[in-house]
């Protein structure tokens, strides 16, 4: 008995997979069986159609044991609270960024969450009933309001009993000081910044209030990060400018001995949204560059070296190993709520950073309450939440679900709002759907060549062989 599964034809063979993250390439004589129901025990391709549960074997109840078992492994973010609490301690910026998605020209900057709204906001990310908490502070730029973030992080320590929380910042890291630096390593703060790659790049996309570079100040903090033991990485945002240097880019995070990259498609928010027709481009425009970009990656890899593209490795993680994926967008439902929350600076709580950024044009749709008038619960429970959640169930949205990469992918009700002012994508097809299926597209056709060399590099971006960088 056949279970349910979605195909797509991939050169000269045919990709099957099912809700259990589970996929097998066939020929068209064996998918012609399988359909017909014909696949023999003797035939090459039962095993693996009998392990990955597109056969629905006796005993049923052993079937539906096992079968459950893995399904629970792909979705086990279910079972736990938010951990993620992002907290926009103050939408104030001393850079200008050509794609800023947390600002448009509606932006009203200047706003500083104080002291007694952060602690309050840590009370109520405390009140999650997940036991491993992640404290993100972001801004703007957080380093401006740094006696805010020093009063949050000691609130926290003194008042979080048993609860594991690890901090982190992101950052340009224009305004690091000795004393910042100082702080951050006493209390075990990691921080994030941003590097679109080589100077010239990067200083076009990250412009500096001033005649400065802000690459110079990203750089410079980079190496007193790393002179004091703090856990340090950075991200990247691809501009129409990026397009034309895709090896480029790669070369100067190995380069810095970044642990890898994240090749960040835009989103359209904010700036981004605004200016798209100067800063944005088309899927395949998009989908060039990665492919070049992914090239000079494997090319970095082969020669021994752990240095993985994370967006990769997200999906990279689910195909070969069926396990849960930590990256918000990509779970279904999507992280909002159930798995982050984003605090802005004057206590209202959305269900996620891009709802918050929503928020900068004067649209709070995507507000769950403030931490003066609301408990966790009652922010979980809000009906914003729930919406989100059901329009994120990527299982049942139309076009979606019967697409072959359903079991990997994901969508972010907050991003079709902003392009179709409805959290329900009404056709197939969009800008991050295309980037999706075009990045899955090229991972499949790596796996399906079964080139060894690219399959031990994806299994060492998952934990496995070669030496992880210093």
């Not at 014909?38 to 549960?53: I, N, S």
């Not at 340009?172 to 630096?181: A, G, H, I, Q, W």
Request: proline letters at 4%; charged letters at 25%; aromatic letters at 12%.
């Amino acid at each position: 008995m056949l279970n349910h599964f979605n195909f797509q034809k991939i050169e000269n063979q045919i990709l099957i997979t099912n809700d259990f993250g589970k996929y097998a390439f066939l020929s068209e004589q064996e998918f012609k069986k399988l359909l017909r129901g014909d696949v023999a025990e003797e035939d090459p391709c039962y095993q693996t159609l009998k392990d990955g549960f597109f056969l629905i074997r006796n005993p049923a109840e052993l079937y539906s044991a096992e079968a459950v078992t893995a399904l629970r492994k792909m979705k086990n973010y279910l079972f736990s609270g938010t951990a993620l609490h992002i907290f926009a301690v103050t939408n104030s910026c001393n850079i200008n960024c050509i794609y800023c998605q947390a600002k448009d020209k509606a932006s009203s900057l200047g706003g500083f969450m104080t002291p007694d709204t952060g602690r309050r906001a840590v009370t109520i990310a405390l009140q999650s009933p997940c036991d491993h908490l992640t404290f993100e502070f972001q801004g703007g730029e957080p380093l401006l309001n740094f006696d805010t973030i020093k009063a949050m992080i000691e609130h926290c320590d003194a008042v979080k009993g048993n609860k594991k929380v690890e901090y982190t910042l992101v950052s340009n890291l224009v305004s690091l000081t000795d004393e910042k630096l100082n702080y951050l390593a006493e209390h075990k703060v990691s921080v994030s910044t941003s590097m679109d790659g080589p100077k010239y790049v990067h200083d076009f996309n990250r412009r500096y209030r001033g005649n400065a570079s802000s690459y110079d100040y990203m750089e410079t903090g980079l190496e007193k990060l790393r002179g004091k033991g703090i856990s340090s990485g950075a991200i990247e945002t691809t501009t129409r400018y990026s397009l034309s240097y895709p090896e480029e880019i790669v070369d100067s995070y190995y380069e810095h001995g970044l642990p890898g990259i994240f090749l960040r498609p835009l989103t359209p928010l904010g700036f981004a949204q605004a200016d798209w027709d100067s800063v944005g481009y088309r899927p395949d425009e998009f989908l060039n560059f990665y492919e070049r970009a992914f090239e000079r990656i494997l090319e970095i890899n082969r020669n021994g070296t752990v240095f993985p593209e994370f967006l990769a490795t997200y999906f990279l993680r689910k195909i070969l190993h069926g396990a849960a994926c930590n990256y918000m967008e990509l779970r279904s439902p999507c992280g909002a709520s159930m798995g982050q929350m984003s605090y802005y600076y004057d206590g209202d709580v959305y269900t996620c950073d891009e709802g918050r950024m929503i928020s900068e044009s004067g649209d709070r749709a995507f507000r769950l309450g403030n931490v003066y008038h609301n408990t966790y619960q009652e922010l979980i429970e809000n009906p914003i939440c729930k919406a989100t959640a059901v329009a994120s169930v990527i299982e049942s949205l139309p076009s979606c679900c019967d697409c072959v990469y359903q079991p990997y992918c994901g969508v972010c009700p907050v991003v079709t709002y902003a392009m179709e002012k409805d959290i329900f994508p009404k056709a197939p097809g969009g800008f991050r759907c295309s980037v999706y299926h075009g990045i899955l597209d090229l991972i499949f056709k790596k796996i399906k060549s079964q080139d060894a060399d690219v399959l031990k590099i994806f299994e060492s971006w998952l934990g496995g062989e070669l030496n992880e960088r210093d």
